[in-house]
T-cell receptor, first 116, second 113 residues
Framework: DAGVIQSPRHEVTEMGQEVTLRCKPI?????LFWYRQTMMRGLELLIY????????DSGMPEDRFSAKMPNASFSTLKIQPSEPRDSAVYFC??????????????FGQGTRLTVV | LAKTTQPISMDSYEGQEVNITCSHN???????ITWYQQFPSQGPRFIIQ???TKVTNEVASLFIPADRKSSTLSLPRVSLSDTAVYYC??????????????FGQGTELSVKP
């Protein structure tokens, strides 16, 4: 398996524009996480899906952020409208089903978002 | 969620053994201790997990005393490439809060030549 795949790797956009980040989790993993990382706030969990269903979105900063997981192999994180303070590295991670003999979560390479 | 406390930063030199201790006084009976490593510009990656006593793999060793209120990640003979942030998580095998994976501030290890 190629691991968790995120796209794009880098995104530069103007304030007010819509941004869509994409994630392909590892096949067979049933948990998916979106994180945001900044120097000031560290690694923050934004939303957690289990079996394609959003379980906890309490980390989503505000209504400008939305996430979907239409199927087990694809998820998106959308920011509309984007603001300069959204500039960060966004990571997607997937992990195996609870009860599996495998326990580790795998992270993608991240998307570095810059909003100017 | 068991609260974890670990040093914010540590410095070391190449070839030395590095021990990073994590305190988790309110660890629950069924909780595991998991460590992740994050290199600059990359996502975290799992390095080791244990429940009690000692666990060793090709990357590190994890020492857990009998009371399990703390744990120590040991990196033998570090090199410059071990410069990274190390996170300690306490919870079940797959996450540390109801299936979620919550990261604290971690320990920033800087290895100097």
């Amino acid at each position: 398996d190629a691991g968790v795949i995120q796209s794009p790797r880098h995104e530069v956009t103007e304030m007010g524009q819509e941004v869509t980040l994409r994630c392909k989790p590892i096949s067979g993993h049933n948990s998916l996480f979106w994180y945001r990382q900044t120097m000031m706030r560290g690694l923050e969990l934004l939303i957690y899906f289990n079996n394609n269903v959003p379980i906890d979105d309490s980390g989503m900063p505000e209504d400008r952020f939305s996430a979907k997981m239409p199927n087990a192999s694809f998820s998106t994180l959308k920011i509309q409208p984007s603001e300069p303070r959204d500039s960060a590295v966004y990571f997607c991670a997937s992990s195996p089903q609870r009860g599996s003999r495998y326990t580790e979560a795998f992270f993608g390479q991240g998307t570095r978002l810059t909003v100017v | 969620l068991a609260k974890t406390t670990q040093p914010i930063s540590m410095d070391s030199y190449e070839g030395q053994e590095v021990n990073i201790t994590c305190s988790h006084n309110n660890i629950a009976t069924n909780d595991y201790i998991t460590w992740y490593q994050q290199f600059p510009s990359q996502g975290p990656r799992f390095i080791i997990q244990g429940y009690k006593t000692k666990v060793t793999n090709e990357v590190a060793s994890l020492f857990i005393p009998a009371d399990r209120k703390s744990s120590t990640l040991s990196l033998p003979r570090v090199s410059l490439s071990d410069t990274a942030v190390y996170y300690c998580l306490v919870g079940d095998k797959w996450g540390n809060q109801g299936g979620k994976l919550i990261f604290g501030q971690g320990t920033e290890l800087s290895v100097k030549p």
